[in-house]
């Protein structure tokens, strides 16, 4: 057996040499093909498929208090809520409890920003994570007036302290206080986001002040647990609704019946990889696609280079080869070409690892896990091993004559119509293809039409988190902004600067509150009205370049000691006030112990993305409401990142151990907030571009070989004094009847592909008619012209020599 599939394999590389331009193609086919899929295939393996890396991960639930009148799909717990629920609920164990925040950080070097994970004691024992280095939390490290201590992630122990190993044991100072470090996390994905270090309850200022751990209504921690051994997650759930009503029960004024508060669970790994399923999703159909349009254009040439060679193999048969000599001979050929196809795969799939990877990490942080190693390998193996086996049975076994008489008459009368299958196939593959990235580009051309509701060009942002140790009263907060604002201004070639506590586009979740329109009663089971805040400094509207539609903007005297006012956009006005004059009317955010003015409308702004509405905003003079976390806009007459280290040079005037982060220019996050549907209108692109040449080519391949086949009937049929173009249009015929059936079938199909985009699209309906018509034009269109280059041939056909051929 050894010495026969070596004979084969040495034979079948021979013959492929000798076929250089079929070999080229097929193995091009092949890589770009199995390439794709490898990459694609191997990101959802390492995202979707693989069980995380935790002990025992598949326990590992994640609460949820949704608030279903509200539309929030989970506001978080407060303190209390989770001394409730550890207190009651039996069937899940180890709750814990997780919030992020921005922390400076100073002692060795430059001052920095850390991302810092506020955790509970016991965070890392649920998870099943054991440190690389060091140890993880004590519990008497969670108390009030314990020593603050640090954990750092692998990533930022590597990337800013270079894998130092005796980091342990070393101290930072953070929030005033010195914190020790104790250990080092595993290259494990970081849930619920991925942070630089993490520290005990106890050290976070925020999370340890009275005003949140003993108010039940101060909700936002995200909270971790395990099923009990032996509990099912139904079994968990309903404990967990029980619970939680007779907490509604106790306290009516806390859980509002009007909002609709509930309590639900769901698996940690499916919460890992929400954002990113429907994402995952769209490409691995895709990726199939790509690879049944590859299969059945290399089984296409594989079936007209297996014609071609029926006289060769009925030899073989004429001495003694059987039936499956000859199979095994093809399939070794086959599996020799997918192999080689796949290791050229294996190039393509490594250089685009990276792109999706990248992509990916936007949804979830499981993209960590997904690298080139053994599962790779692996998928590239089974596609290629696959990919032949396919190859080799299709063409072989309907094709009797091959192993027969050697006449062709057989291959003749089974093979065109086995052909003619596969190019329908290709045809309304590429038609889903095609509509699919034909959906995604109208939707692009769109998202780059609309309107942010500001001006990015020429505008300089960065971020400065004012720490809590030195800036913990507001009157403090309040003098920085004041005296870095006109520093700013001074700037050469600056028109206007703004200070806020976020950007448009920014990806930040929204700081929003219920608020009270004076004059507007909320009747019983109504909802309460809700809007997005936002304070802003008398410069901010012009530094973004946002219009004033009524009224006025903040000016310098609206702060501590006068009337408060606020500066609503157009939205709120429209949901709110939208039958009386804005301007004059108050708002409370307190169910009316205090009030505020509106003293201005200004233009709305796309704050959540360009494919989102502008949400309902109240903008608050920061002198009134200065917030730590301060994002700065500096509009110039020149290029913004020229002005970059002058920024840094005034903040680091008033503060030197201030970190100065996030500098870029603000058009930047314009970009930023397309690049997930640029990426995926490129993937798709691409894939039905390829799959359009593809079909094309295979197709216009199929009626050469046609024609070649039917030299003689033609020579005939000019002979008898048929026309030259009664046989163009004969010839031209048959080729499109195979266009139009494939046609019809992927204009059904596309419909399935475009409904699972939906959420991807924005202005386009899946449906859409006019990328329907394009795909059928522009397919049906290439497709004619891939018929019509043999029709002028068979129509050229001189009837002397075909006459003379046999």
């Known amino acids: 057996?050894?010495?026969?599939?070596?004979?084969?394999?040495?034979?079948?590389?021979?013959?492929?040499?000798?076929?250089?331009?079929?070999?080229?193609?097929?193995?091009?086919?092949?890589?770009?093909?199995?390439?794709?899929?490898?990459?694609?295939?191997?990101?959802?393996?390492?995202?979707?498929?693989?069980?995380?890396?935790?002990?025992?991960?598949?326990?590992?639930?994640?609460?949820?208090?949704?608030?279903?009148?509200?539309?929030?799909?989970?506001?978080?717990?407060?303190?209390?809520?989770?001394?409730?629920?550890?207190?009651?609920?039996?069937?899940?164990?180890?709750?814990?409890?997780?919030?992020?925040?921005?922390?400076?950080?100073?002692?060795?070097?430059?001052?920095?920003?850390?991302?810092?994970?506020?955790?509970?004691?016991?965070?890392?024992?649920?998870?099943?994570?054991?440190?690389?280095?060091?140890?993880?939390?004590?519990?008497?490290?969670?108390?009030?007036?314990?020593?603050?201590?640090?954990?750092l992630s692998h990533a930022y122990w590597r990337g800013a302290y270079g894998a130092d190993p005796d980091i342990v044991g070393k101290t930072f100072t953070m929030n005033g206080r010195t914190h020790t470090v104790i250990g080092v996390l595993p290259p494990?994905?970081?849930?619920?986001?991925?942070?630089?270090?993490?520290?005990?309850?106890?050290?976070?200022?925020?999370?340890?002040?009275?005003?949140?751990?003993?108010?039940?209504?101060?909700?936002?921690?995200?909270?971790?647990?395990?099923?009990?051994?032996?509990?099912?997650?139904?079994?968990?759930?309903?404990?967990?609704?029980?619970?939680?009503?007779?907490?509604?029960?106790?306290?009516?004024q806390d859980y509002p019946a009007t909002e609709g508060f509930s309590a639900t669970a769901s698996r940690l790994q499916d919460r890992l990889v929400a954002r990113a399923r429907p994402t995952l999703l769209l490409l691995f159909a895709t990726a199939v696609f790509l690879l049944l349009v590859v299969c059945a254009n290399v089984a296409n040439l594989t079936l007209a280079r297996l014609a071609r060679r029926e006289h060769e193999l009925a030899v073989r048969a004429a001495v003694g080869a059987g039936r499956g000599r000859l199979v095994r001979q093809l399939l070794t050929e086959h599996l020799l070409l997918s192999m080689l196809g796949g290791l050229l795969g294996l190039g393509v799939a490594a250089l685009g690892m990276g792109l999706l990877v990248s992509f990916v990490a936007r949804y979830t942080?499981?993209?960590?896990?997904?690298?080139?190693?053994?599962?790779?390998?692996?998928?590239?193996?089974?596609?290629?091993?696959?990919?032949?086996?396919?190859?080799?049975?299709?063409?072989?076994?309907?094709?009797?004559?091959?192993?027969?008489?050697?006449?062709?008459?057989?291959?003749?009368?089974?093979?065109?119509?086995?052909?003619?299958?596969?190019?329908?196939?290709?045809?309304?593959?590429?038609?889903?293809?095609?509509?699919?990235?034909?959906?995604?580009?109208?939707?692009?051309?769109?998202?780059?039409?609309?309107?942010?509701?500001?001006?990015?060009?020429n505008v300089l942002t960065a971020r400065v988190d004012l720490g809590w140790d030195r800036y913990r009263e507001d009157e403090k907060v309040r003098a920085f902004?004041?005296?870095?604002?006109?520093?700013?201004?001074?700037?050469?070639?600056v028109s206007a600067v703004g200070l806020a506590n976020d950007l448009p586009l920014g990806g930040k979740s929204p700081w929003t509150s219920t608020l009270k329109v004076e004059g507007q009663e909320v009747l019983p089971g109504q909802v309460r009205p809700k809007t997005d805040l936002r304070s802003a400094t008398v410069g901010y509207f012009r530094?973004?370049?946002?219009?004033?539609?009524?009224?006025?903007?903040?000016?310098?005297?609206?702060?501590?000691?006068?009337?408060?006012?606020?500066?609503?956009?157009?939205?709120?006005?429209?949901?709110?006030?939208?039958?009386?004059?804005?301007?004059?009317?108050?708002?409370?955010?307190?169910?009316?112990?205090?009030?505020?003015?509106?003293?201005?409308?200004?233009?709305?702004?796309?704050?959540?993305?360009?494919?989102?509405?502008?949400p309902r905003e109240v903008y608050l003079p920061f002198a009134l409401q200065p917030l730590r976390d301060v994002r700065m806009l500096v509009r110039t007459e020149g290029v913004p990142m020229a002005l970059a280290s002058h920024v840094r040079e005034r903040v680091h005037e008033l503060d030197s151990e201030q970190p100065v982060t996030d500098v870029r220019p603000l058009s930047s996050l314009r970009q930023e907030s397309l690049a997930a549907p640029r990426l995926v209108t490129l993937l798709l692109g691409f894939v039905a571009v390829l799959a359009l040449v593809l079909t094309c080519t295979g197709l216009s391949g199929v009626v050469a070989f046609s024609v070649s086949q039917r030299v003689r009937e033609l020579g005939i049929r000019?002979?008898?004094?048929?026309?030259?173009?009664?046989?163009?249009?004969?010839?031209?015929?048959?080729?499109?009847?195979?266009?139009?059936?494939?046609?019809?079938m992927g204009t059904v199909g596309a419909f399935g592909l475009s409904t699972l985009m939906k959420g991807w699209l924005f202005g386009v309906e899946p449906a859409d008619p006019v990328t329907l018509v394009g795909v059928v034009l522009l397919l049906g269109g290439t497709g004619a012209v891939a018929c019509l280059i043999p029709a002028l041939r068979a129509s050229r056909v001189d009837p002397a020599i075909a006459l003379r051929s046999t």
């Not at 590429?430 to 699919?436: A, E, K, N």
């Not at 004041?482 to 070639?493: A, D, H, K, S, Y």
Request: overall charge neutral; proline content about 8%; some cysteine.
């Open 1 to 151: 057996m050894v010495e026969t599939l070596w004979q084969d394999l040495r034979y079948g590389a021979r013959i492929l040499v000798r076929s250089p331009g079929f070999t080229v193609a097929i193995l091009l086919t092949l890589a770009l093909g199995i390439g794709a899929n490898t990459a694609i295939f191997s990101v959802i393996h390492g995202v979707l498929l693989r069980p995380l890396p935790y002990a025992d991960g598949e326990r590992l639930i994640h609460l949820e208090q949704p608030v279903a009148r509200v539309e929030l799909e989970n506001a978080g717990f407060s303190p209390p809520e989770l001394e409730d629920y550890r207190a009651r609920l039996t069937r899940i164990q180890g709750l814990v409890e997780y919030h992020s925040m921005p922390f400076n950080i100073v002692g060795h070097g430059e001052p920095r920003r850390v991302q810092t994970a506020v955790v509970s004691s016991g965070f890392f024992d649920t998870l099943g994570v054991r440190p690389l280095l060091g140890r993880t939390f004590l519990p008497e490290e969670e108390k009030p007036g314990a020593a603050p201590v640090l954990i």
């Open 188 to 252: 494990v994905p970081q849930y619920p986001a991925e942070n630089d270090v993490y520290m005990p309850v106890s050290a976070c200022p925020f999370r340890s002040a009275e005003d949140w751990t003993h108010t039940r209504t101060s909700r936002g921690l995200t909270v971790l647990g395990r099923l009990a051994p032996g509990v099912s997650m139904e079994e968990a759930r309903a404990e967990l609704a029980l619970v939680a009503s007779s907490l509604h029960q106790a306290h009516p």
């Open 365 to 457: 942080s499981r993209a960590v896990e997904v690298s080139v190693g053994v599962p790779m390998l692996l998928i590239n193996l089974g596609l290629s091993l696959g990919t032949g086996l396919v190859l080799s049975l299709l063409p072989a076994l309907p094709s009797r004559t091959v192993f027969g008489s050697g006449r062709g008459q057989g291959a003749a009368r089974v093979s065109p119509r086995l052909r003619g299958f596969f190019i329908v196939a290709q045809v309304a593959l590429s038609c889903v293809l095609l509509v699919g990235a034909g959906l995604m580009l109208r939707s692009m051309a769109r998202l780059h039409r609309v309107d942010p509701g500001f001006d990015p060009e």
């Open 481 to 493: 902004a004041e005296q870095l604002v006109p520093r700013l201004e001074g700037l050469p070639g």
């Open 543 to 614: 530094a973004l370049g946002v219009p004033l539609v009524k009224g006025r903007l903040f000016e310098p005297g609206d702060g501590p000691g006068t009337a408060p006012v606020v500066v609503v956009n157009q939205a709120f006005v429209r949901a709110y006030l939208a039958r009386e004059e804005p301007v004059g009317r108050r708002i409370s955010f307190d169910d009316g112990k205090s009030w505020a003015t509106v003293v201005g409308v200004v233009g709305d702004v796309r704050e959540r993305g360009l494919g989102e509405e502008p």
């Open 718 to 744: 000019l002979a008898l004094g048929a026309e030259p173009s009664s046989v163009l249009a004969l010839v031209l015929r048959e080729g499109m009847v195979l266009v139009l059936a494939g046609l019809a």
